[in-house]
């Protein structure tokens, strides 16, 4: 079952250092002391989240959003199916980091080259059964094509 986003979840669940390297990218959240929290600490950093503007939170939030997506199984298989299509073999990586959430945030951060087509084929794998539907009212015809 996939868990809707929410913000508070998806800093539990995101390595710190991480999270620190990104709003540190962004110029923002300067005022936590990431280094200080435990992994599951996340209030000082929710209420200095809450505290940016609309604009930035939303800009920022789908990025979050886009990360936990990716965060599972079949999106730690993904990014590496995309990493081996580029030529590259991330499994010694990932088997040093720890959890689904560290491979998306990870991959997000230093090989954004691989982000876009590994989430589209994610999307694309998980779109719900019931949405592929068989089309009985479009006529037959035979394929059209030249040599």
């Known amino acids: 079952m996939v868990q809707e986003y929410q913000p508070r ?8 250092r991480l999270l620190q390297r990104y709003f540190a990218a962004r110029n923002v959240l300067s005022e936590v002391d990431f280094g200080a929290l435990s992994e599951t600490q996340v209030e000082p950093i929710y ?11 939303k800009e920022m939030e789908q990025d ?11 999106g730690s298989k993904a990014i ?15 088997a040093s980091l720890t959890g689904f959430h560290e491979h998306a945030f990870w991959t997000f951060l230093e090989r954004p080259r691989y982000w876009q087509g590994a989430l589209a084929f994610h999307q694309a794998d998980t779109v719900p ?9 479009v006529p037959a015809s035979p394929p059209a094509w030249t040599h």
Do not use: M
């Not at 979840?9 to 390595?15: E, T, Y």
């Not at 590496?80 to 990932?94: I, K, M, P, S, Y």
């Open 129 to 137: 059964f019931s949405y592929w539907r068989k089309r009985k009212n």
């Open 9 to 16: 979840r998806f800093f539990r669940h995101a390595p710190n």
């Open 47 to 57: 209420q200095a989240w809450l505290k940016l503007s609309d604009d930035a939170r």
């Open 64 to 74: 979050f959003q886009d990360i936990d997506e990716l965060a599972t199984e079949g």
């Open 80 to 94: 590496l199916d995309e990493a081996r299509w580029h030529g590259e073999d991330l499994v010694e990586q990932f």
